[in-house]
């Protein structure tokens, strides 16, 4: 038997007896969930095996008195399966999301040994640790951790910025040359607020060049809380959504890593050729997207 369920962005999820597979048309984002929803058909598939077994009138437990309860004992060996599958909401809160194309795809941009280290090896490291300060506790949606990252201290600060900030990094690029223009009315704001496209993309660049951006960091265009469009940039992995941070509070809609692990293999010390460099993989439809989003108060759900 087969099926398809419909998806955000035109995706259809393709199912056959039973078993969950993404068609191409299928967004990164639903990569991890449709992984966490195959541990849960198996974590399920077990528990209800489980449950036959234990309500079977010939069962007993070993060493269970005449007051053992079996919705008890049920219910603990359920609830170890769920948590050994990945569906406690508190266990693995979020994933290291995956490259929405292949390694050498930003060539000669982006170099494949960055990308490959710079996903696998430094996001995969925000991604662990903001895990592991979450552990325990409640798990909010990426996007709103963001609000209150500088408050809740240096793990939600780093890690879960950092975690958000690459979501957004790798879906905001496209292959070289797939990424499109920006729609009609995101180059009429960006016209309207710097002049001209060439304008906006040199101050952008000017902004997170190292004399305005000394050290790590990214530069940003953000629709400010005037709906008007600004370029900002921000330490570290600190991001416009944040409260309290240094920088121009917002809803970013494009931003870019500065740090030197983004562009060091291949630019050393020039920073400015990689910023140069990047417009030829920005992914404008997204971009543009993501315009249309915060023109209604809602920032990027990466």
Known sequence: SRYRTRLAQGAWIVHRSGAPQLSRGATSQQVSKMARRARGLVALGAAAFVASRCLDVSFVAPGAGSTASRRDMLAGGMG??????????????????????????????IDKATMEFHHDKHHNTYVTNINKAL???????????????????????????????????????????????????????????????????????????????????WVWLVLDKGGKLVITSTPNQDNPLMDGVDGTAGLPILGCDVWEHAYYLKYQFRRPDYLKAWWDVVNWKQVSSWYDDALAGNGASV
Do not use: C
Request: cysteine-free; aromatic content about 10%; hydrophobic content about 35%.
């Open 80 to 109: 170890a399966l769920l948590g050994v599958a990945g569906i406690s909401e508190q266990a693995d809160a979020y994933d290291l999301m995956p490259l929405p194309y292949a390694y050498d795809a930003l060539e000669p941009s």
């Open 135 to 217: 552990e325990g506790k409640t798990q909010p949606s990426l996007l709103e951790l963001q609000k209150t990252a500088i408050q809740a201290g240096p793990a939600y600060r780093n890690s879960g910025g950092g975690t958000y900030n690459h979501n957004f990094f790798w879906q905001e690029m496209a292959p070289t040359g797939t990424g499109g223009a920006p729609s009609s009315k995101l180059e009429a704001a960006i016209n309207g607020a710097f002049g001209s496209m060439g304008d906006f993309k040199s101050k952008f660049e000017a902004a997170g060049a190292p004399g305005a951006r000394f050290g790590s960091g």
